[in-house]
């Protein structure tokens, strides 16, 4: 079964500061992973997919993430953090069950002046 | 504009009643979902369809109910056997379903309480 892991149900960094979020996923065949942001009561928006093209995904506001088998992991990082970019932020999978996507449990990045 | 649309965005409910979510997708997307968040908690699954007129149970089904009548439709019901509905619900559609790389688009959700 699939599962994914976000380290840290919270995250806080200076406004400027790199943005580094934790996902790791358990999976026995190549997963297909998202990151997709989410503001308070609203729904998810998809920042950015891997699917096996490219290891290093370039995604929307600035945001990117690598795509490492070795250590199973798909960080999402940003150089420099906005205050708009204070919201809650969940890694998900999907691939070996069709129609079913798997979340991690969130991690709410909060971003200081 | 092609979106999902989730109603209403805010519902009241008194408990032992049912209440029925509407979601409805211009996509043309195959594939629908229903998750159920909590603080904490992350997304959890309660039914998803992959085609109309079928649908599979996902983590937490019980006490809920769902129909897939129409390919734009995928409407959930909280039935009185749900202990706890209080929660934010979330429905969502993709192309092809997870399994095809494809990722899925959300609604704006609606918080259920129960008075």
């Known amino acids: 079964a699939q599962s994914v892991t976000q380290l840290g149900s919270h995250v806080s960094v200076s406004e400027g500061a790199l943005v580094l979020l934790r996902c790791n996923y358990s999976s026995s065949v190549p997963p297909y992973l998202f990151w997709y942001v989410q503001y308070p009561n609203q729904g998810l928006q998809l920042l950015l997919k891997y699917t096996s093209a490219a290891t290093l995904v370039k995604g929307i506001n600035g945001f990117e993430a690598e795509f490492k088998k070795s250590e199973t992991s798909f960080h999402l990082t940003k150089p420099s953090a906005h205050m708009s970019d204070a919201a809650e932020y969940f890694c998900?999978?999907?691939?070996?069950?069709?129609?079913?996507?798997?979340f991690g449990q969130g991690t709410i990045l909060t971003v200081h002046p | 504009d092609g979106g999902i649309t989730q109603s209403p965005k805010y519902l009241f409910r008194k408990e032992g009643q049912n209440v029925t979510l509407s979601c409805e997708q211009n996509?043309?997307?195959?594939?629908m979902y229903w998750y159920r968040q909590d603080p904490g908690q992350g997304l959890r699954l309660i039914y998803y369809?992959?085609?109309?007129?079928?649908?599979q149970k996902g983590d937490i089904a019980e006490g809920y109910s769902v129909s897939r009548e129409k390919k734009e439709s995928f409407p959930l019901t909280v039935t009185s056997a749900q202990k706890n509905p209080t929660a934010f619900y979330l429905c969502?559609?993709?192309?092809?379903?997870?399994?095809?790389?494809?990722?899925?688009?959300f609604g704006q959700g609606t918080r259920l309480t129960v008075v």
């Open positions: 996509l043309n997307h195959d594939a």
């Open positions: 969502a559609s993709s192309m092809q379903g997870a399994a095809r790389g494809t990722e899925a688009f």
């Open positions: 369809s992959q085609i109309v007129n079928d649908f």
């Open positions: 998900s999978s999907g691939g070996t069950s069709y129609g079913k996507l798997t």
